[in-house]
């Protein structure tokens, strides 16, 4: 019960001795972490005799052992400096380095906070992509000063905050691991990490923690598959990107299958964009009645879908989104990005659709008050997992479709008239349309015969023509005075609010911006 300070941060977990590696701390202890930066891992890569780890392990294993468990009433706290007015520069950095296979361990942690604190390494060679740019790590002694991931967690690992933390930059997952129960990012920025943001599959199919729960929360996920580069001299510092043809991956938020378990997830204002696979793919989880609740988000610019989710979330709630299915994005220059960032990147619009989703019997899936602009050859995919979907309802009310003729997507399956709308792969058997609007995609007849829907131009402020691959990237999505999506919505109890957080009241317009 008394503060006692430490010149070096590994020496709360690490004091030197032949295997006696401890956490000084008890539970429900917190820690301050000032100054920094703070090496995590061996001092040196040109010895196996590092007086960090000395005799307990070598330089891949020498991270924090498990953090001691709080309780429900005091949780242990891990805090930068700052932790009370955090901000994007505040923030206290720890950095994995020579091997270390991740620079925070939350392998099993309980009832733990950590805020305010940057997570990354100090270099740039690559563990995953080929060919390698600007070069290969060497794991063999003299070892590069690299590490592996950012954060890892396990399926004991429960009540879980993360707030206000920036984990970039690590050769492989910015996070990696099965979870628990109540685990939370709130602010987080997980970017340029080379296989990919936020993995729940730790490679070894294991099962998620009993009742699983993700809430990820005014968050950001970007850039993921990329490798950064070091020093950040960059406004986008993705010096090589990687999808799986090249030896890489890309998910922004991957999960895994096989493991006969799922989560609840709830994600709200969050962003997705740029990643070299899908932006937030919940498509394999294989078990449980989970529910899914993905609202207020934007997702842009990644190399596969937006958004998409597999059948075990037997009730999923998708509302007030802007979803750009601009799938092609990442094979042109971008301003502010090194131009070798995408020499080595192909997998463009590899899952050729914008949004796809999976259904159980007596499943059911709501779209309200979305925006979605697409050009991948199908806007929304759906599938049925199940013997029959007959008793399944697919409800799809107070949303703008947007289609875009992209020439490059015509071998994809697209034509010249622009996305496919909607593709059932099965029958849904409750399909509820109503006031929506339509404009430049293929399968919607107008007047479609359902109440309030429309094919007409959406009017947003600003509503590029299409030249090329930038023409999308300034999108205005707010909607003018003489918008025929102005005011046209029906009123839902469950959509009160738009993307920007104003009352929607009497007037809903359609869209995810009133």
């Given at each position: 019960?008394q503060?006692c ?20 701390i ?26 960090w ?5 070598g330089?891949f ?19 930068g ?7 994007a520069t505040?923030?206290?950095q ?6 270390v296979?991740?620079a925070?361990?939350?392998n ?6 950590v ?7 100090h ?34 690992t429960?009540?879980?905050t993360?707030?206000?933390l ?7 997952r ?30 070894r ?15 950001q ?7 950064q580069?070091?020093?950040i001299?960059?406004?986008?510092p ?9 030896g ?8 895994p299958s ?23 793919d ?9 529910a ?10 990644n190399s ?5 989710w ?22 042109a220059?971008?301003?502010g990005a ?9 997998d ?9 989703f999976?259904?159980?019997q ?5 779209f ?6 697409s050009?991948?050859p199908t ?16 409800t799809?009310?107070n ?11 015509w ?11 909607f593709y059932?792969?099965?029958p ?5 349309r109503?006031n929506n ?10 007047p479609?015969?359902?109440t309030?829907?429309i ?10 023509t ?19 999506a102005?005011?046209t ?8 609010l ?5 009352l ?10 009133q």
């Open positions: 019960n503060h300070a430490f010149n070096d941060y590994r020496f709360l977990y690490d004091d030197q001795s032949y295997g006696n590696r401890a956490w000084v008890a539970g429900g202890d917190t820690v301050i972490l000032r100054g920094g930066p703070w090496r995590v891992g061996f001092n040196q890569g040109i010895s196996s005799n590092d007086k780890c000395y005799g307990g392990s330089p294993d020498c991270y924090n052992p498990p953090v001691p468990p709080g309780t429900a009433t005091q949780h242990t706290r891990i805090l400096e700052n932790y009370g007015s955090c901000n505040n923030k206290t720890i950095f994995g380095g020579f091997g296979t991740v925070l361990n939350l099993d942690a309980q009832y733990v906070d805020s305010c604190v940057e997570i990354t390494r270099s740039d060679c690559i563990r995953h992509g080929a060919p390698a740019y600007p070069s290969g790590c060497s794991a063999s002694f003299p070892l590069d000063d690299y590490d592996g991931d950012g954060i890892t967690t396990t399926n004991r429960h009540d879980l993360l707030t206000d920036w984990i970039h930059g690590h050769t492989d910015g996070i990696i691991g099965p979870i628990g129960a109540n685990v939370t990012c709130l602010r987080c920025n997980i970017s340029y990490n080379g296989m990919a943001g936020w993995d729940f599959d730790d490679g199919a294991t099962v998620f923690g009993a009742n699983a729960s993700w809430n990820f929360l005014y968050s996920i970007s850039w993921n598959g990329c490798n580069e070091y020093p001299t960059h406004t986008f993705a010096i090589s990107c990687y999808g799986q043809s090249s890489g991956y890309g998910d922004g938020i991957g999960t096989g493991t006969g378990t799922g989560m609840t997830v709830v994600v709200d204002h969050s962003s997705f964009d740029h990643n070299t696979q899908d932006g937030i919940l498509g394999h989880m294989d078990a449980g009645t989970n899914l609740t993905f609202t207020n988000n934007s997702s842009y610019a596969g879908g937006a958004v998409k597999g059948a075990y979330f037997q009730t999923a709630v998708i509302n007030n989104n802007l979803l750009e299915a601009n799938c092609l994005r990442m094979s220059p971008i301003a090194p131009s070798t960032y995408n020499t080595n990147l192909g463009f619009c590899r899952a050729q659709d914008g949004v796809s999976n259904l159980l007596n499943a059911t899936a709501t309200a008050n979305n925006t979605i602009v050009y991948a806007t929304m995919d759906i599938g049925c997992w199940d013997t029959s979907c007959s008793n399944s309802t697919f799809f009310v949303n703008i479709m947007v289609g875009y003729n992209n020439p490059t997507t071998n994809m399956g697209s034509q010249s008239s622009g996305p496919g709308a059932f792969q099965q849904v058997g409750n399909i509820v109503n609007l339509y404009y430049g995609v293929r399968n919607i007849s107008c479609t015969g359902n309030g829907e094919c007409s131009s959406p009017l947003f402020v600003n509503q590029p299409w030249i090329d691959e930038t023409s999308l990237d300034n999108f205005n999505f707010n909607l003018t005075s003489g918008s025929p102005k005011g919505g029906v009123v839902l109890p469950f959509v009160t738009d993307y920007n957080g104003l929607r009241g009497v007037t809903n317009s359609l869209g995810a911006i």
